[in-house]
């Protein structure tokens, strides 16, 4: 009886491991590997955190009524701070923010279009105008942008040079230097306005 058993589960050991387990090739930013048909994978629209979610909802709504909240919920975006980064959003909420007339958002898109963004390329026409606007209501970041870009676009390689060099430092300069006006406590956003 014993050997019988033992045939049988030889026998059926052999057989699973003979049958090829189905897998499908997932392909993604770290590579490819074949994984097994019953693997799940992360799914964006699953529940997260649900107090970042009210937060970002309630910063949302405070930035339809205030183009300040505006301008800080695309800083948010263009670093991920909060949000899933995304220079898309962050250059659509920058641009409304300046639109209704926020100044520090006006010198923030110029800056986005004269230097572009990975996605997208410099747009020295878009940037002028928005830095114009920024240094004719006094930004002193504005009128210096404005003369640098002024200056380099005389020579279409010095411009680009300058572009280049440029971006390094920009991008550590959203990072770390532009300050929110909107922070968060136990009872919801409130505006800082000793910035």
């Given at each position: 009886?014993?050997?019988?058993?033992?045939?049988?589960?030889?026998?059926?050991?052999?057989?699973?491991?003979?049958?090829?387990?189905?897998?499908?090739?997932?392909?993604?930013?770290?590579?490819?590997?074949?994984?097994?048909?019953?693997?799940?994978?992360?799914?964006?629209?699953?529940?997260?955190?649900?107090?970042?979610?009210?937060?970002?909802?309630?910063?949302k709504a405070k930035a339809e009524k205030?183009?300040?909240?505006?301008?800080?919920?695309?800083?948010?975006?263009?670093?991920?701070?909060?949000?899933?980064?995304?220079?898309?959003?962050?250059?659509?909420?920058?641009?409304?923010?300046?639109?209704?007339?926020?100044?520090?958002?006006?010198?923030?898109?110029?800056?986005?279009?004269?230097?572009?963004?990975?996605?997208?390329?410099?747009?020295?026409?878009?940037?002028?105008?928005?830095?114009?606007?920024?240094?004719?209501?006094?930004?002193?970041?504005?009128?210096?942008?404005?003369?640098?870009?002024?200056?380099?676009?005389?020579?279409?390689?010095?411009?680009?040079?300058?572009?280049?060099?440029?971006?390094?430092?920009?991008?550590?300069?959203?990072?770390?230097?532009?300050?929110?006006?909107?922070?968060?406590?136990?009872?919801?956003?409130?505006?800082?306005?000793?910035?």
């Open positions: 009886m014993r050997l019988i058993l033992l045939f049988s589960f030889l026998c059926a050991s052999v057989f699973a491991q003979a049958e090829p387990e189905r897998t499908i090739r997932i392909c993604d930013d770290t590579g490819c590997s074949d994984r097994p048909r019953s693997t799940t994978t992360f799914d964006p629209n699953a529940g997260g955190d649900p107090e970042a979610e009210r937060r970002l909802a309630a910063l205030d183009p300040r909240a505006a301008y800080d919920l695309g800083l948010r975006y263009f670093r991920g701070d909060g949000v899933r980064q995304d220079s898309y959003q962050a250059l659509q909420s920058m641009r409304d923010a300046a639109e209704r007339g926020d100044l520090k958002a006006q010198t923030a898109v110029g800056k986005l279009y004269l230097m572009g963004l990975e996605e997208m390329g410099s747009d020295p026409a878009e940037a002028e105008k928005w830095l114009s606007i920024a240094a004719g209501r006094g930004d002193k970041e504005a009128k210096k942008l404005l003369a640098q870009a002024s200056t380099a676009k005389k020579n279409e390689v010095a411009y680009r040079r300058w572009v280049d060099t440029q971006r390094v430092y920009l991008r550590e300069y959203w990072q770390s230097r532009y300050t929110y006006r909107w922070y968060w406590n136990n009872s919801g956003w409130y505006y800082r306005d000793d910035y």
